[in-house]
């Protein structure tokens, strides 16, 4: 059963600070996906990452991924106070009799402070 | 482009009432995948329904059940509800087979009383 991981679950960080998120998932995979969440919303998708040594970045925000180490790290640079979020990851396990299904992690909830 | 939408977006119900959640996808989206997000508990797969048929359900009881119209819009069930059904269900679409993300309507949030 795929199982995935993220630490830590819980950030508080001064603006202006650097910090990783990261992302362990069990089985083999080559889809992983990140998702902000803000408190009472639905889902915003991130960035998805496809391959081996995938590295996608926006604004303040970048995500990698190694399918070896079946790890994924989401790097927040010089953070700001609207960052502050809960942060997914997720993987597809396509490989499971044809299933689709997203396995998430907790979720790092994020607060970045002035 | 509209996104994915949900109704109702707030649903209160007394327990072993039954309740039903309704999601449009994007359009061109054939796949359409339910997710539980209750406290404490995460994000969890409920259902993934594409054409029309069930394709793949998460470790949910039977009471939890949906379907799929052909306009590929979708209705989450929840028979004889209980008070830890509470949660927000969030709906996302996919065309089946795309690598790209699932993206999520904005949710219904369920309460069970």
């Known amino acids: 059963e795929l199982k995935v991981e993220q630490n830590p679950l819980f950030l508080s960080m001064q603006e202006g600070k650097n910090y990783t998120i990261y992302c362990n998932y069990s089985?083999?995979?080559?889809?992983l996906y990140w998702y902000r969440q803000d408190p009472g919303k639905s889902l915003e998708s991130l960035f998805v990452?496809?391959?081996?040594?995938a590295v996608k970045q926006e604004g303040r925000l970048m995500a990698s991924l190694d399918t070896k180490a079946r790890l994924s790290t989401l790097h927040i640079t010089a953070a700001v106070h609207d960052l502050s979020a809960t942060y997914f990851c997720a993987v597809d396990n396509p490989t499971q009799g044809g299933s689709e299904k997203l396995v998430f992690g907790k979720g790092t909830k994020l607060t970045v402070n002035p | 482009e509209a996104g994915v939408t949900q109704s109702p977006t707030h649903l209160i119900k007394t327990r072993g009432q039954q309740a039903t959640l309704r999601c449009s996808p994007i359009?061109?989206?054939?796949?359409v995948y339910w997710y539980q997000q209750a406290l404490g508990l995460g994000l969890q797969f409920l259902l993934w329904?594409?054409?029309?048929?069930?394709?793949n359900r998460g470790n949910f009881p039977p009471r939890f059940s949906g379907r799929q119209v052909p306009n590929s819009s979708s209705e989450l069930n929840v028979n004889a509800l209980e008070l830890e059904d509470s949660a927000l269900y969030l709906c996302a679409s996919r065309q089946w087979g795309a690598v790209e993300t699932q993206y999520f309507g904005p949710g219904t949030r369920l309460l069970v009383l």
């Open positions: 089985t083999t995979s080559d889809r």
């Open positions: 329904y594409d054409e029309g048929e069930e394709r």
């Open positions: 359009s061109g989206h054939t796949s």
């Open positions: 990452l496809l391959s081996n040594g």
